[in-house]
């Protein structure tokens, strides 16, 4: 979780931009997860954040 109202890592990161809903355009974040290697590297990256499954899909690349 993150805290970032500059949007300084928003925008590093690609979540920042965008988006639509009912028809109206507005910029916001998009939601995203990204697992980190011990190194900070990124291991792997969820960009089709899916609610219903999303920690039990986060818990099984853990493993």
């Known amino acids: 979780m993150l805290c ?3 949007h300084t890592m928003l925008e590093a990161y690609g979540v920042w931009g965008l988006k639509k809903f009912m028809g ?3 910029m916001g974040i998009s939601r995203v ?8 590297n990124i291991k792997e990256v969820y960009e089709k954040v899916n609610t219903k499954t999303h ?5 099984d690349s853990l493993s």
């Open 4 to 6: 970032d109202e500059s």
């Open 33 to 40: 997860t990204y697992i980190l290697d011990n190194e900070h």
């Open 24 to 26: 109206r355009e507005y």
């Open 55 to 59: 920690a039990c899909d986060i818990l």
